[in-house]
């Protein structure tokens, strides 16, 4: 019998800290054996199975570990995947975030071990977790060293101004005073002896040349999806919904303590690219359902309100704010605008849910979309992209609002 060598293997999701490989020409699954003390000591629970990136789809390691699979380990330069995790603040522990897990992890286990420590994983996240953090520290150190010595990867990224010329996005400038208030927090900007955030600033000026004005950015889109999504993602018809469990999205704010569980269904890849793929044909019947005409649209909208609200918590669109916000969206946009909004955020939702814009005016005539920025703030990655697939695939009409600033005084209004 002869055994594969496994010349060529995928990675089926390179965010996994345990990456696991399929081979090409025996369909086997397999690890790379350079990570096996990691996985035994630290994630043993990512060992047995592999998440695939596009579908959520999990299947079983066939294979454990094996020598020589990893692109490092056969010579192959390794591609970067850099991820924008809650407070990953620099380009090292962006790009390099998995080297610098597995140094900690090999850094504290040797610690461990010289301290005849037998449970390294209890150690690490129990009574001894501030000394793992100390090796988190010297593993960041480490690979800042080793990068600027020999980089693994390319970081470099586009600016704000290359996204913005590639894109033609016009720049609205404003000059003012920016001034430090005693009764509202964060920079705020002067504007007829008021203290206004940088957003209320701009409305202003807009509000001032005929628009009326709403405040956005990101979860209005996420409740404008649900409601017109509901039916389509948690459709029973769907061979891949399965029941999911998750703790009520106000039992966060404590003003309204609420221990609720919610049960419902999710496609297990929903919010993955492969979704949009395996269900492009209901996708598009589905949306071609929707009323072209604009009050059956709003009547659709306000009826599944109620249907939608699994999904609208599951979402974080759960605040009554959002949804009235999503209702304006849906009376002011044209219909096919909405469509294909939606469309864009079911083909990949977790892609594409963060980075829109700041305000939405419109008036009678027109509509427009606006990120407001003050003299130092820069677009985010997630803005960024948003900029560039609002090019390929949206075509709304944008602006960034600059706001530069004219001079400063400590005294508040």
């Known amino acids: 019998m002869q055994t594969c060598s496994h010349q060529e293997v995928v990675c089926l999701n390179p965010y996994e800290l345990i990456r696991k490989y399929r081979c090409n020409s025996c369909s086997e699954i397999m690890m790379c054996s350079c990570e096996q003390d990691i996985g035994e000591t630290f994630l043993p629970h990512q060992t047995s199975e592999a998440s695939v990136l596009d579908t959520g789809e999990r299947l079983s390691v066939t294979l454990g570990f094996q020598k020589n699979i990893c692109p490092t380990c056969r010579g192959q330069k390794e591609a970067p995947y850099p991820t924008n995790a809650f407070g990953v603040n620099s380009k090292i522990k962006k790009f390099y975030w998995r080297e610098i897990s597995h140094e900690s992890m090999r850094s504290f286990s040797k610690w461990a071990l010289e301290n005849e420590i037998s449970d390294i994983l209890m150690a690490a996240h129990g009574m001894n977790n501030d000394i793992y953090k100390e090796h988190q520290e010297r593993a960041l150190e480490k690979i800042k060293k080793l990068h600027a010595e020999n980089p693994k990867y390319e970081m470099a990224e586009k600016t704000q101004d290359e996204v913005l010329k590639e894109n033609n996005i016009e720049v609205l400038k404003f000059n003012a005073e920016h001034i430090k208030s005693e009764k509202r927090k964060g920079l705020k900007i002067k504007y007829k002896d008021k ?22 950015e990101s979860r209005p889109f996420h409740a404008l999806f649900g409601v017109f999504m509901w039916m389509l993602v948690q459709s029973i018809d769907d061979e891949k919904n399965k029941v999911v469990c998750f703790g009520t999205r106000k039992g966060y704010d404590p003003k309204k303590p609420n221990e609720k569980m919610i049960y419902s269904t999710l496609p297990e890849d929903f919010g993955k690219s492969g979704y949009g793929g395996r269900r492009k044909k209901e996708i598009t019947e589905h949306l071609d359902s929707l009323p072209e005409d604009k009050e059956e649209l709003l009547w659709t909208f306000d009826y599944w309100v109620d249907h939608s609200e699994n999904l609208r918590e599951y979402l974080w669109a ?22 294909n909004i939606l469309r864009y955020l079911v083909d990949s939702y977790w892609e594409r849910h963060l980075g829109w814009p700041d305000l939405f005016a419109y008036n009678e005539d027109e509509f427009l979309f606006v990120e407001v920025k ?26 960034l609002a600059k706001i530069h600033k004219e001079n400063s005084q400590s005294k508040g209004l």
């Not at 203290?195 to 956005?216: D, M, N, R, W």
Request: hydrophobic fraction near 35%; charged fraction near 30%; aromatic fraction near 8%.
């Open 374 to 399: 003050s003299s130092k703030d820069k677009l985010s990655v997630d803005q960024k992209n948003w900029i560039e697939n609002n090019s390929s695939y949206l075509n709304l009409p944008f602006k």
């Open 195 to 216: 203290a206004l955030t940088p957003e209320e600033f701009v409305s202003h000026h807009l509000q001032e040349k005929g628009y009326q004005i709403v405040e956005l």
């Open 318 to 339: 759960h605040e009554e704010v959002d949804v009235q916000k999503a209702r304006i969206l849906t009376e002011r946009l044209p219909t096919q605008v909405i469509k």
